[in-house]
């Protein structure tokens, strides 16, 4: 199957884009592992973010509040 097939037929299942899914795959895993209180740098790597301000930046603007708000949560 093409890139392109593969794309459309898995944006007209899921309602978004490949990209978009794996994005809020990894933004799950990284919340779950924050309020487990791991550290930013070691759930950044986890997700595969190359710097924790790219991941915190990229955390805020999906979940609208800070890796460290996260963390301090009670799990």
């Known amino acids: 199957m093409s890139r392109t097939c593969f ?9 978004i884009t490949a990209t ?8 799950q895993i990284a919340y779950a592992k924050l309020k487990q209180r791991h550290s930013i740098q070691e759930v950044a790597q986890l997700v595969r973010y190359q710097s924790d301000a790219a991941f915190s ?3 805020k603007k999906d979940f609208g509040e800070t890796v460290g708000a996260v963390r301090r949560k009670q799990p």
């Not at 794309?7 to 309602?15: E, V």
């Open 7 to 15: 794309s459309q037929l898995f944006t007209s299942i899921a309602g």
């Open 20 to 27: 978009q899914y794996l994005t809020w795959w990894r933004m």
């Open 57 to 59: 930046r990229a955390f």
